[in-house]
């Protein structure tokens, strides 16, 4: 076996694993191929879905999540993994098994809201919704801990939107290039990770929207999409 690439970085994020409109099986090999081949690989949020899970109860999503986690992060024992949460997985008994695993598992980080390793900052993108600072994501975010799931019949007619792909203009409309880069740079400076600190390349997810290499004041901005239904989605190779 190939030992991993000392510079090797792998981002993915909106996986929503759990949910029925995830195709995140499809992309469930190459996931765990280029892990066993890098030094980081960053799961940037909304990796799973405790919002839309389709599973019995809430402690058999976070039971599955956790063990979903355990054997990536087992079968790459040379990765070190960096979990970031996003709003659809940032719930409090999943946060209390995390804390958990990563005690026992030396390969395993995990962070609220960023991380930044190198000239690359991670999020999950969630501060693109409005203009945020630290507090205000925050405040957002506590709303997510406890939230119930949604039911069967709300799951079936969002799975006939996917099908019918009524949600890739929302998807276009509501994330502009430009306000979305504002946004993050605007929160970026207010938790003293600015471009003024070196930074060279943001990357985040939430808004399903693949692009890269877009750049906003100096710096350049990649989304990897999801994988959904209708839109694309990319494992994506990041500079650090």
Request: charged residues 25%; contains cysteine.
């Amino acid at each position: 076996m190939s030992s991993p690439n000392d510079n090797q970085t792998y981002f993915v994020s909106d996986l929503h694993v759990f949910s029925s409109r995830s195709q995140e099986h499809r992309y469930r090999d190459e996931i765990g191929d280029k892990a066993r081949h890098a030094r980081h690989f960053v799961l940037g949020g909304d990796i799973f879905d405790f919002r839309w899970s389709t599973m019995a109860s809430h402690e058999e999503t976070v039971a599955r999540a956790i063990h979903w986690m355990r054997e990536l992060v087992r079968g790459c024992p040379a990765c070190h993994f960096h979990f970031i949460l996003g709003n659809h997985d940032y719930n409090e008994a999943f946060i209390e098994r995390l804390v958990h695993l990563e005690a026992r598992e030396e390969n395993l980080s995990w962070y609220p809201f960023y991380c930044r390793l190198g000239n690359s900052v991670f999020l999950h993108g969630d501060v693109v919704d409005r203009r945020m600072t630290a507090q205000k994501l925050s405040d957002a975010r506590s709303g997510w801990l406890n939230k119930k799931k949604k039911g069967a019949f709300a799951n079936r007619l969002y799975d006939f939107a996917v099908r019918n792909r009524f949600h890739k203009p929302f998807v276009h409309l509501r994330r502009r290039k430009r306000t979305v880069t504002r946004r993050i740079l605007a929160y970026l400076d207010d938790v003293g990770q600015g471009p003024s600190t070196g930074i060279k390349h943001v990357y985040f997810g939430h808004t399903h929207l693949a692009f890269a290499g877009y750049e906003y004041r100096g710096v350049l901005f990649h989304n990897g999409g999801a994988p959904i239904h209708g839109l694309r989605f990319h494992v994506l190779e990041a500079v650090t």
